[in-house]
């Protein structure tokens, strides 16, 4: 996928952005606070639906408007087609060609990965993130995904009213078996997809984090995958009564990554927490293209030198460039790129909400 223009509408500091961007490398350079994020960050909300800074999108929208629209094109197998998001009257609004359809219709035809100076928390934070960031690349390959999950959310939302209302049994029952007959799917398509996932991301992580040995990841669907999840719910639903929630069930997933040298994410630094989210990001993009003809996500790389040594930096720049993916890098000099970068390259100058191309 390749994203030919990019506008934006009250987004944050920018009133209004037009920006045409190349196949290649799009750097976008300029001081603190002068609004490179912000252009990664839209590229994202049109795959995502939501900001990788916050997750509030009234904080998105410029100071004195009542929301912002972002909208771009995007360039398939040479066919180009409008997408676009827009927060208006408190509303998320999607537009696939020109037509209006659901936040999910339009995340299935974009696919931007972006790697940020918080990425580190992908493997420092919480389990939510780690299953936002699973569920992305399984919604990409599993067209049944995004069904199952909002049915079992709907479930899941459900038992946990009837729970904290200390519900019966037999009230309980139906839920039960909601729950199962959603969720055991859903745990199916988890695991083929984490299985290609750790195929793909395995060398990458022993590229870039040799000092470390070999690398293992794992995952805890939530539930033992061996038995009903029915079964599970039944047996623990008096437990589940004392603490107002369910326990067991996809919700409560993750994952995990050891090495061999370093089990303990304690033993890492801060810079090879984001080495090896970069390396999975880049699993994830191998994955995506594999399963949608060979076309890479638009990654986005905002800051890449935050907490990350040089010699490892050129190890990051070189991976992207083999990819030959479309990538959109923001840095504070323009000297930022590789001079071994091959392909096209555009080169923008970002001061104070006003974007300059130089090259």
């Known amino acids: 996928m390749i994203l030919t223009r990019l506008r934006l509408a009250n987004l944050r500091l920018f009133e209004q952005l037009e920006l045409d961007l190349v196949a290649g490398w799009n750097l976008f350079f300029g001081g603190n606070g002068a609004g490179k994020t912000t252009i990664l960050e839209a590229a994202c909300l049109l795959s995502h639906g939501r900001s990788f800074r916050t997750g509030s999108h009234e904080a998105l929208a410029r100071t004195g408007s009542d929301g912002y629209a972002i909208y771009g094109d995007i360039e398939t197998e040479g066919a180009v087609r409008g997408v676009g998001i827009a927060r208006r009257n408190g509303r998320l609004e999607a537009r696939l060609g020109g037509q209006a359809v659901a936040v999910g219709e339009l995340m299935r ?7 940020e100076p918080g990425s580190h928390e992908l493997l420092a934070g919480g389990s939510e993130g780690r299953r936002r960031f699973l569920d992305w690349g399984v919604f990409h390959v599993e067209h049944e995904f995004l069904p199952a999950w909002s049915r079992y959310q709907r479930a899941l939302r459900q038992r946990n009213v009837l729970l904290r209302l200390d519900a019966a049994d037999a009230e309980l029952a139906p839920w039960n078996q909601e729950l199962a007959r ?31 040995g070999q ?55 801060r810079g090879q927490d984001k080495l090896a989210a970069f390396a999975l990001l880049m699993a994830q993009a191998q994955c995506h293209a594999a399963s949608h003809g060979g076309r890479m996500p638009v990654l986005c790389l905002d800051d890449v030198a935050s907490e ?48 300059h191309r130089l090259l």
């Not at 035809?109 to 790697?115: D, N, P, S």
Request: with cysteine.
């Open 308 to 355: 990350i040594d040089q010699a490892h930096r050129a190890r990051v720049f070189d991976m992207v460039g083999r990819s030959g993916a479309q990538v959109l890098v923001t840095a504070t000099d323009q000297s930022a790129l590789p001079a071994t970068h091959e392909g096209r390259v555009a080169m923008f100058h970002v001061e104070q909400a006003g974007v």
């Open 109 to 115: 035809h974009t696919a931007v990965l972006c790697f």
């Open 182 to 212: 959603s969720g055991e799917p859903l745990t199916r398509m988890r695991q083929r997809y984490f299985a290609v996932l750790a195929q793909a991301a395995l060398p990458l992580l022993e590229e870039l984090l040799p000092e470390l």
């Open 215 to 269: 690398a293992q990841l794992s995952l805890s669907a939530g539930h033992d995958p061996n038995r009903p999840l029915q079964e599970e719910l039944v047996e623990r639903q008096a437990r589940d009564r004392e603490r107002g929630h369910s326990t067991r069930g996809p919700h409560r997933a993750d994952w995990s990554l050891a090495f061999e040298r370093a089990p303990s994410r304690e033993h890492w630094s």
